[in-house]
DNA sequence: CATTTTTCCGGAATCGCTTGCAAATCCATG
DNA sequence: CATGGATTTGCAAGCGATTCCGGAAAAATG
């Protein structure tokens, strides 16, 4: 069933099946409805590759993201696919894994695909190393790139991210206030994110006593934990920028008989799910993932239909303190 | 830059130009070589649209899922979404929610894009009440069709799931062994899987005291699990079908002070990320996602092979026993 | 009623690729 | 050297839509 078969049993011309397919002007309402109808009793639905071949473009956005499984991730896919869809667009999925061969080879099949934009979901996509953003400027020559917790300048990239420098550095006077006196950051790779956040603790820390900071994956984590506490290291505050990597800590203090929050304050980052399985509860850095994400669909809306868009947004984070934080009032005693 | 373009700087026809892109027999080593040489000095790409059109395929998959947020689900996507790239395959994710006409609506934007088969990601697509299945059957008279967890039969239908009948029933077994007099099953809503589930208890239990039942939704299950407990019932075993239930009724007993596992036994469902956040650990189910969806891929990528392939294939599934249930000897005092 | 303007519709080119079929070239054999 | 078959290659017809452009019909205008 094509769009011949349709002209043909409505009478007309494809052109106007056409025209009534894409709600067209220059139809009156008759033929309108008599094609509709037919339209409606065939079952007939439109090719969506013949489309694509004409108007060049599939309405599809090319999503990327290092690891699926990754809560955070994960959730940042499902509101973005949700707006996205909400637009009549839909999402091509790619996870890419951590290393940057990986990131280009399959950056490159997904633009066989000749997907409308691209879009990179968290902030493991941008490096500290300018030279290992290249792919992503290159790419953006072709289309334009949406960049979800990561922030470069260029042409046709737009970057949607929240001020992790800050919330880090209020989350470290947050526990420096509530009486810590040896913190430890923990972040797992060094990204764009992750050095912003870094660089919060520090200046929080700036003029104090200098924290020690640890950069370890959330699985390697215990065993560096564990050597940095035998080694005589001591901590009564962890800021970690992840909240895998805080439900680490908390184990950890677990195991050794460190409590919590009394002897040892931890705060995670992206008040995940995670945040609030364990017991206490974790104290989070919320970065108002779904406001990011709605404001990154709608701005790439803006783009694709030609207008002037902000090339960088920037959100306020809040600290969402739960139980692995001291309340200030009996914080210092 | 298109075949045309192609085929002229190589001084050949656009029919050895395709010839070589797709590897077909019936042209020379030299003019292959030729071929390719213009294609990598110019960057051709070639047009996935006008491909898909001629071939009628794009290669690309359908990934129906109600929610990305669900860490298991969101697993289920990352392995699959593995698999079918090494097959050379794109996924194309939907997000549905749990509504049948939610679901409905999606699915049929989802055929819109021709893609090449539909992967149901969970057991809530599929129900226990058969006429809200019919969706299904009917959308596979257009394209195979590949379940995940669920279990229909119907042409063009292919379940991948692991026994959840036996494994419950062995979870409850195992239950009952260490001790545990008053059993509560937790599920979250009517689905084959969970149906199955509720199943292997039940079994379990014959001929023994028979054990509650409790379907709520996480968010709800705190102030269930409190109405039922002021109500006088009491349980010192939940099988929870599912890890985000098991988590409510650990922080559930934490609450009221109940001490896990020695008086109340916890097995959780999918043995997720989740299961290794609380204190306890969770014992869960382990039900093999990875080797499910691995088996899946292959399975479609012989039906679409034109291969004779199985329809229903069915794992065994583990209990992976951790600080939420009593070991055996210490169990019966 | 003639003329202009507007509205509505169809013919046909186009998008870039695949592929069946026929023509051309090659090589080996009698 | 002629002939047959195998190997390469090109022509051209789809695939199913979109859209420009021109003509016909309808409406508005004088």
């Known amino acids: 069933m094509n769009i011949y078969d349709v002209s043909k049993q409505a009478g007309v011309s494809i052109a106007t099946v056409s025209r009534v397919l894409n709600n067209n002007p220059g139809v009156s309402e008759a033929t309108r409805e008599k094609v509709l ?25 090319g999503l990327l993201c290092a690891d699926f499984a990754d809560p955070f991730l994960a959730q940042a896919i ?3 696919e949700n707006r996205f869809r909400a637009e009549a667009y839909d999402c091509l999925l790619c996870c890419t894994g951590y290393e940057l061969k990986d990131k280009e080879r399959e950056l490159a099949l997904m633009l066989t695909r000749r997907v409308d ?3 990179f979901v968290g902030s493991n996509f941008v490096s500290s190393d ?6 992503i400027l290159d790419v953006a020559a072709k289309l334009p790139v949406m960049l979800l917790n990561g922030l470069i300048s260029g042409e046709n990239i737009y970057s949607t991210l929240c001020d992790d420098e800050q919330a880090s550095f209020t989350a470290t006077e947050r526990l420096l206030a509530s009486g810590c006196r040896d913190l430890l950051f923990l972040y797992p790779m060094q990204t764009y994110a992750f050095e912003r956040k870094l660089s919060g603790f520090r200046r929080a820390l700036a003029g104090r006593q200098s924290g020690r900071t640890l950069l370890t994956s959330p699985k390697n984590a215990p065993e560096l934990l564990a050597k940095l506490w035998e080694g005589g290291a001591r901590f009564d505050g962890v800021l970690a920028s992840d909240d895998a990597l805080a439900v680490t800590t908390l184990k950890f203090a677990k195991a050794r008989g460190v409590r919590v929050p009394d002897e040892l304050s931890i705060i995670g980052y992206n008040n ?3 945040s609030r399985c364990t017991d206490p509860e974790l104290s989070s850095i919320d970065n108002k993932l779904e406001a990011l994400c709605s404001h990154l669909v709608s701005t790439l809306m803006g783009v694709l239909g030609g207008e002037n868009m902000p090339k960088t947004t920037i959100y306020d984070a809040v600290l969402i303190e739960r139980g692995t934080t001291r309340h200030e009032e009996e914080g210092v005693l």
């Open 130 to 135: 300018e030279r290992d953003n290249q792919y």
């Open 272 to 274: 995940s799910t995670l």
């Open 117 to 119: 934009a691209l879009v």
């Open 37 to 61: 109808k037919v339209m409606a009793q065939s079952g007939y639905q439109p090719n969506a590759f013949a489309r694509g071949l004409g108007l060049n473009s599939m309405k599809t956005i």
């Open 78 to 80: 499902a509101y973005l």
